[in-house]
Every structure is written in C-alpha cells, then in structure tokens.
C-alpha cells in the first residue's frame, strides 16, 4: 500500500468521516474514492484538494480566482502587511 493511499484513509478515519461524506467534498465519488483507498494513485489535484479542504480545513466552495488574486497581490507588493494580516486572522481563527 501506498503512503498517501494510507495517510488519506488515515486523515478520514480521524475525521469520524465516511467515504462519502469524504470524497464528495472535493468532488470524487465514493466509488472513486475507494479505489484510491485501496492503492489507485491519486492524482497531483485531486492530492491538492484533499489537503486544502481535509489538512488545512478550508471550504473550498467559498473560494474565488478573486481573493486568491488579492492575496498574490498583496503578498507581492505588500509583504510585511500579507504577514501581519495572516497572523490577525489566524489568531481570530482560534477564538
């Protein structure tokens, strides 16, 4: 067995999560999902979902090209406020 094949079924597991309950966040069937439960490889985007919406917890159906633009903006041409606002929000985060 894969690491990531058992590290994804490890991550949903510790989320008292099902299959479907799982996979349909990012938009893969159950089916689809077990197979990549039992060894099929996951593909580079589908991996990236997984960490976004299971890993770094973020829903993914509230994100838009827009504030993804901002924020490259913003962390380009204003570092020292990207940080300071990514701080704020992570400490607001865990109030």
């Not at 593909?43 to 901002?70: G, W």
Request: proline share 3%.
């Amino acid at each position: 067995m894969k690491s990531e094949t058992k590290d994804v079924r490890e991550i949903r597991r510790k989320l008292g999560m099902n299959q479907s309950q799982f996979w349909s966040k990012i938009g893969v069937t159950q089916s689809g999902g077990s197979r990549y439960e039992s060894g099929r490889n996951i593909p580079r985007p589908v991996q990236a979902l997984l960490r976004l919406v299971h890993v770094e917890q973020i829903d993914i159906s509230k994100v838009r090209r827009e504030d993804f633009e901002v924020a490259e903006y913003l962390k380009s041409t204003n570092p020292d406020l990207f940080k300071t606002l990514k701080k704020e929000a992570r400490a607001a985060r865990k109030k």
